[in-house]
C-alpha cells in the first residue's frame, strides 16, 4: 500500500514535471511566432509606405496583433517612435509643395493680369509696385506639415489571452504546484524525521 503510494506521488510528480517543461517551451515558441508575426506585419506597413499602397489598412492590421499579442514590442530607433512612414511623408511634403507653387503661379497670372488692367499704361514701377501689393493681400500659405503626424508606436500588454499568455499562465501555475508539492515533501520528511 505504501509502495503503491509512493509509485502515484512520483507518477504525478513526473507527470507535473513534464506538463511544466512541454507548457514552457510551448509558451516560448508562441512568444517567438508572435514575434515574427509582429516582424512580417511590421515589414507590410513598410512596404506600403515606400510603394504608396494601403498603409492604413498595414497599420491597423500591426495594431491589433500588437495590442493582442504578448512579445509584440516595436523595436524604437533611438527615441524616435517605431514607425516612421518616410515615404508617405516626402509625397505629402511634395505634394504640397507643388500646390503651393501652382497657387503661386496663378497668383502671379493674376496679378499681372489686374495690374495690366489698373495701370496698363502706367510706368513699371506703378505695375511692380501693384503686383507687389496684390501678393500682399493675397498670400498663398504653406502648410507646415507635421511628421508627428506620419509616426505611430504601440504598446503591447504584459499579458493577453493569446496562445503564448495561456502557455505562460499554465506554466506558472504548474510551477507553483510542483513548488508546493515538493515544499510539502521537504515538510513531511523532516517531521518523519524528527520523529524517529
Given at each position: 500500500?505504501?509502495?503503491?503510494?509512493?509509485?502515484?506521488?512520483w507518477?504525478?510528480?513526473?507527470?507535473?514535471?513534464?506538463?511544466?517543461?512541454?507548457?514552457?517551451?510551448?509558451?516560448?515558441?508562441?512568444?517567438?511566432?508572435?514575434?515574427?508575426?509582429?516582424?512580417?506585419?511590421?515589414?507590410?506597413?513598410?512596404?506600403a509606405d515606400?510603394?504608396?499602397?494601403?498603409?492604413?489598412?498595414?497599420l491597423?492590421?500591426?495594431?491589433?496583433?500588437?495590442?493582442?499579442?504578448?512579445?509584440?514590442?516595436?523595436?524604437?530607433?533611438?527615441?524616435?517612435?517605431?514607425?516612421?512612414?518616410?515615404?508617405?511623408y516626402?509625397?505629402?511634403?511634395?505634394?504640397?509643395?507643388?500646390?503651393?507653387?501652382?497657387?503661386?503661379?496663378?497668383?502671379?497670372?493674376?496679378?499681372?493680369?489686374?495690374?495690366?488692367?489698373?495701370?496698363?499704361?502706367?510706368?513699371?514701377?506703378?505695375?511692380?509696385?501693384?503686383?507687389?501689393?496684390?501678393?500682399?493681400?493675397?498670400?498663398?500659405?504653406?502648410?507646415?506639415?507635421?511628421?508627428?503626424?506620419?509616426?505611430?508606436?504601440?504598446?503591447?500588454?504584459?499579458?493577453?489571452?493569446?496562445?503564448?499568455?495561456?502557455?505562460?499562465?499554465?506554466?506558472?501555475?504548474?510551477?507553483?504546484?510542483?513548488?508546493?508539492?515538493?515544499?510539502?515533501?521537504?515538510?513531511?520528511?523532516?517531521?518523519?524525521?524528527?520523529?524517529?
Amino acid at each position: 500500500m505504501q509502495k503503491s503510494r509512493r509509485v502515484i506521488g512520483w507518477t504525478v510528480t513526473v507527470s507535473l514535471i513534464l506538463l511544466f517543461l512541454g507548457s514552457g517551451v510551448y509558451g516560448v515558441y508562441s512568444l517567438r511566432q508572435n514575434n515574427l508575426t509582429m516582424l512580417k506585419l511590421r515589414e507590410a506597413v513598410f512596404t506600403a509606405d515606400r510603394d504608396d499602397g494601403d498603409t492604413a489598412t498595414a497599420l491597423s492590421k500591426l495594431q491589433l496583433f500588437v495590442v493582442s499579442h504578448m512579445n509584440t514590442t516595436l523595436p524604437k530607433l533611438g527615441d524616435q517612435k517605431a514607425i516612421q512612414l518616410k515615404y508617405t511623408y516626402e509625397r505629402r511634403v511634395a505634394t504640397e509643395e507643388a500646390r503651393v507653387s501652382a497657387a503661386r503661379a496663378a497668383l502671379s497670372n493674376e496679378a499681372t493680369s489686374y495690374c495690366n488692367s489698373l495701370h496698363g499704361g502706367a510706368s513699371f514701377a506703378v505695375r511692380s509696385q501693384c503686383i507687389e501689393d496684390f501678393y500682399t493681400t493675397h498670400k498663398v500659405n504653406t502648410l507646415e506639415i507635421p511628421k508627428e503626424l506620419y509616426a505611430y508606436d504601440f504598446v503591447t500588454p504584459l499579458w493577453v489571452p493569446d496562445s503564448a499568455g495561456f502557455s505562460l499562465l499554465a506554466t506558472t501555475a504548474l510551477f507553483l504546484v510542483l513548488l508546493f508539492r515538493f515544499t510539502s515533501w521537504l515538510l513531511v520528511r523532516r517531521s518523519l524525521r524528527s520523529t524517529v
